[in-house]
């Protein structure tokens, strides 16, 4: 077969078409290699020339087996007598051959280009890492005042890396908070747990700019590479770049050439750059005054250049945190700020609709108009084009939790707080989902770790009164709400927080001295046993709310403890008649249509109580499916039991076990739905059990706020 193959080559005489050809490429080169130097040529100019002849070595080789080279043109090769005739079948094949030897060239001659200039720029990959994070740029300025600027860069260059890199890329925020401990750049990449960090400096004199910028390696300290720029202030967006894009080629096994790397924050006017960076420093304050300076720097940028995409965005972000929300600070009516932040963000998108943070504050829109599925479409964009965009990871958290998707929202958090381990509301967020998964420990740890990293924030304290009070440990609840609350006095759920456990521990006298806030009076009346003046304060709000559907829920609850059992089914099934289904079954209680159930029961309307227990059954089931841990959730299964009429062995066990997941509500005994049980002397010894835990808390309670106010004492 080889002699034949040999002989065929010699009859079709091919060597004396490809040896030719081989020393033609022998000469060109030859010939390239001398007057490149001469002419000053680029080295590509050999390479491409090298890459184009020994791409058509195919096929020449090729046409060679079927026709001879003559000065005159292809002559056709005789098969016998007669030419060998070029069909359709034999032209394909040329044309492939064709592609393919010039595809691998093309391919070889642009990985040899971007090595080469990398070189030439002496940006060839150092060090291949996974993670990153961005430090605040020192301020060198004579003055020292334009730190507003380099922590802005900071924050560009950290947005940039995670839109155009393939790497972690650590929130600016933990790395801020970090820097201002005034640890070593190689400390704060430990704590973030990042491969490298960029550190840098800045100085601005006059309406000149001038940039050191360092990547450190976190591991051993040992700077990878450094850069200074020195140009004109309305540079500082080409600076940016180009840091981003040398960071990208020196770290990935890529390149980026110049022109692909494209900061959003960039503007023709640099004043209004100095207006937006102005507006970030506010913006990262988080406190009411604050932000509503810094929508105003944002509304100035955008006066002094009408077409600045940032600056839109910005504003349309600052705008939603002043919607009057549990988590935000609160002057603009819900409504309103929706209304003003969409028409901010229809301008960003005009103008440019590949920036990550405008999909993220679309998708907190939609989560305050209750159009869930379309935020997490939103944050799912925002992530595709910025992974690293920490923040829209946590609002996909808050909206998987309204969905009850809580594996996806656990993904979520977790995601986020990788990204941005230092972050209040992260963090805080993070160690809740853990406490409500029964996941004690490792919350404890990050709210403790929260007050370490944030000692002024009251959140810290916030989490552990819920972490305490999900395991029934109703006094340090009460102690770490009380702590809450001096931090901040102003906000509303921390003090009604104190002042529902102290109404739990039966702290009547610390109750009467905390607050004269009329919603308690009934609660007061409760613990000092005075029913004639709790069923008079109740008969009054009734006359004054008649149509009020929780008001009339609130008394027949009470006649139902302490009065007259009928006038309290009345008053029961009277409210179910005026609440919506949302607030019939709020979890997680499953509340107040549980006990709308047993009322129906009582009336014998078996059927239409049955359905509502389901309901109730079901989210109950949901919820213990999804691995959260409730003792409310776990008292609700004591009276779905009793209402589907289980044994007394069932319901029996089913309190044991709310009870020892934190069950400590004082009204357990007198509960109607567990009457038929109550008196039993399985239940009494249950009952008697949390009397017993009450005492041990309220003793315990007393000794921690009379520590606490000592304390406070000595410090003024």
Known sequence: MFKTLVSEIRRRNVLPTVVPYIGLIWLLLQVISVIQPMLNLSPLIGTLTAIILFAGFPVVLYLSWYFNFTLEGLEPIADGEEAITFGAGKWLLLILITLGSGGLGYVYFTDLKEQMVKQEEGLSQIKSVTSIAVLPFRDLSPDKDQGYISEGISEELTALLGKVSQLKVAAASSAFALAEQNLTATDIGRRLQVD????????VTGDRLKIR???IDSKDGMTLWSETFSRKFKDIFSIEEQISRSIVNLLEDRYLESGQVTTQ????STDAYVMYLKGREQYRKQTTESIKGARQFFEQAIALDPE???AYVALADTILLLEKGDSRFGILETDIAIQ????QLAKAFVRDDTNARSYAIQGKSFELKQEFDKAISSYDKAISINPSLAVAHMWQFLVYKKLNKHSQAMDAISKAYELDPLSISIINNYGLELTFRGEFEKSSVIF?????????????????????FMQGNLAQSLFNWNQASKLSPENEAYKYNYLDTLTSLQLVDELEKSTDDPAYNASIFIIKQDYASLFEEMDFILQAYPDDP??????????????????GISLILKANDGLSDEDLFMMPMCSPAIEVAWALQQKGEIEAAQSIISRCDTQAQLAENTLLKDNFVDYLQVRISVLNGSPLSEVKDKLTVAIEGGWREWWSEKDPILSKFAKTPELQSSFQRIKQQLAEQ???AKTLLFASDTQQTEQH
């Open 340 to 343: 003003l932040a969409d028409q």
């Open 550 to 567: 929780w008001v009339q829920f609130e008394a027949g609850w009470y006649q139902l403890l302490y009065g007259d059992m009928e006038q």
């Open 196 to 203: 490298v960090v960029v550190s840098g400096s800045l100085r």
């Open 308 to 310: 600045y995409v940032a």
């Open 448 to 468: 403790h770790k929260l007050l370490e990293e944030h000692p002024e924030s009251p959140f810290g304290y916030a989490g552990l009164a819920t972490h305490a």
């Open 698 to 700: 309220k003793q315990l």
């Open 265 to 268: 924050s960039k503007t023709a």
């Open 213 to 215: 910028t360092e990547l």
